[in-house]
């Protein structure tokens, strides 16, 4: 009895004591509630910006009936700039209008989101849509968008949006009427990419299996992302979806005449030239970038994220005294993609040292690299180009050097690079570039923009070396 009202009495202290601690949660709860919604409505205020501060030009495509609108922010807080076309159809320039609007409000959104998360407003942001335009068989044009976006201008995402319409009816085509309407072309269609991806050797180690085999499945909406250019059906993936960032925006493919048997009437090609040949590697110009003398703690970081922002693929030739302290950064560069060479342990001219000693420069960087990594350096660039017999009797990778000197070791400007690069520009080049200087590094934005623009595919140096027809 005794010990009943003792546990009774201990049971209403309990109550109590619940009952106080639910009050101060609720009291908590309101009030964090309350400074919550304070932060939304003055992050709500800072969502003024856009309309009134960007730019907006137009400038005629190259195409008939179709400009290109340049639209960029002024606001330097939240950067974007946008390139959309403008065709004499009302009902496709709405269509894209809402593209163009959604992905920018989904940019901002998110910035706005991330920077009240982190409570930081100073973060700055990146935002890029690229329009690329088409044409075939002179009515039917292919509007390809590359959307760029990032949130701190250190990881991007990418995707693409495409459009396929018929210049004289301003109506759009897509795959189902491609393919005559029938789920047996798609089939055989959705069978022949499944095949090309996973036999590609630019996607094959990065390929996410699963993700290929649901996405190459023979549903519509599985192939809406296409293009035809020079006679080609191209077949477009974003970053991230069926292969790690690594490969990039994978892309497949497929000569039109090729697809002849499949394709509706209309859109069957006359060009039979390349019935034959199923291309699948990216044809036409490439560009190897190569930096010397790194790694460099912030010089190649920044060069890192300058490459990632355009996709592009570079080799560093590292110099053997500088990996072991900057051991992350190694993994960096190869993780994200690009080529390690072997640039000497201490930059010594090769052709003064004995083979002895030739010897030792290059195996203690090759091993520091692989101690970094797990993985050795795949090519070799002497110092200086400084190069003899017994440097290239000792070295048992490809010797690389260089068919444009940017002479960012000597100007350190960071004006200079482009102009260089400008004035010896050919296809498949090796262009030499120091990730030691800051200068390079503020430079090298301009050098990827221009080298976009004018169609290049930025690859390793081993990549670029199996085009090189004199070696
Ligand atoms: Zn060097």
Not at 116 to 126: A, I, P, Q
Not at 450 to 462: A, P, R
């Amino acid at each position: 009895m005794e010990n009943q009202r003792k546990a009774r009495g201990l049971d209403s202290l309990l109550l109590s004591a619940i009952f106080l601690l639910t009050v101060i949660i609720a009291v908590f709860i309101f009030i964090s509630g309350d400074s919550k919604f304070q932060k939304n409505t003055s992050a709500a205020n800072n969502d003024k910006v856009d309309e009134t501060t960007a730019t907006l030009t137009e400038t005629q495509s190259g195409f008939p009936d179709i400009q290109i609108i340049k639209e960029s922010s002024n606001d330097i807080s939240i950067p974007y700039s946008m390139q959309y076309p403008k065709t004499k159809f009302n009902m496709v320039n709405k269509e894209i209008s809402k593209y163009i609007a959604d992905s920018k409000e989904k940019y901002l959104d998110t910035v706005y989101l991330f920077r009240n998360e982190n409570k930081n407003n100073s973060v700055v942001g990146d935002f890029r849509i690229s329009l690329q335009i088409h044409q075939y068989k002179n009515d039917y044009y292919s509007f390809v968008f590359t959307n760029k976006s990032s949130v701190d201008k250190t990881k991007y995402d990418a995707t693409i949006q495409t459009y396929l319409f018929n210049n004289n009816t301003g109506e759009f085509v897509n795959m189902y009427q491609l393919l005559d309407e029938k789920v047996k072309n798609l089939e055989v269609l959705a069978d022949y990419v499944q095949k090309q991806i996973t036999s590609n050797p630019a996607y094959k180690e990065y390929l996410y299996t699963e993700k290929v085999q649901t996405l190459t499945e023979p549903k519509w909406r599985h192939f809406k992302k296409f293009s035809i250019v020079d006679n080609e059906l191209v077949i477009y993936y974003d970053k991230n979806e069926i292969a790690s960032p690594l490969a990039g925006m994978p892309t497949i493919r497929i000569p039109m005449s090729f697809l002849n048997p499949i394709l509706d009437e209309k859109y069957r090609t006359n060009d039979t030239s390349s019935n034959t040949i199923i291309k699948t590697t990216h044809k036409g110009k490439r560009v190897a970038l190569t930096f010397d003398d790194g790694p460099h703690e912030k010089v190649t970081k920044q060069i890192l994220q300058t490459l990632e922002k355009y996709d592009a693929k570079a080799t560093f030739f590292m110099v053997g005294h500088r990996v072991e302290n900057n051991a992350s950064l190694v993994r960096e560069v190869l993780a994200n993609g690009h080529e390690i060479g072997n640039h000497s342990w201490n930059h010594s001219n090769l052709t003064t040292l004995t083979p002895k000693q030739v010897l030792s420069q290059y195996n203690s960087t090759n091993d520091v690299i692989y101690e970094a990594t797990g993985q050795y350096p795949t090519v070799f660039r002497p110092p200086y180009g400084a190069r003899n017999k017994c440097v290239n009797d000792l070295v048992s990778v490809p010797i690389v050097l260089w068919s444009i000197d940017t002479l960012d070791w000597k100007y350190r400007d960071a004006n200079k690079i482009l102009p260089m690069v400008k004035q010896k520009m050919h296809n498949n080049a090796i262009i030499l570039m120091h990730d030691i200087h800051q200068s390079t590094a503020d430079g090298l934005d301009s050098v990827l923009a221009y080298l976009q623009d004018e169609g290049y595919e930025f690859v390793t140096v081993s990549e670029i070396l199996n085009y090189q027809t004199s070696k």
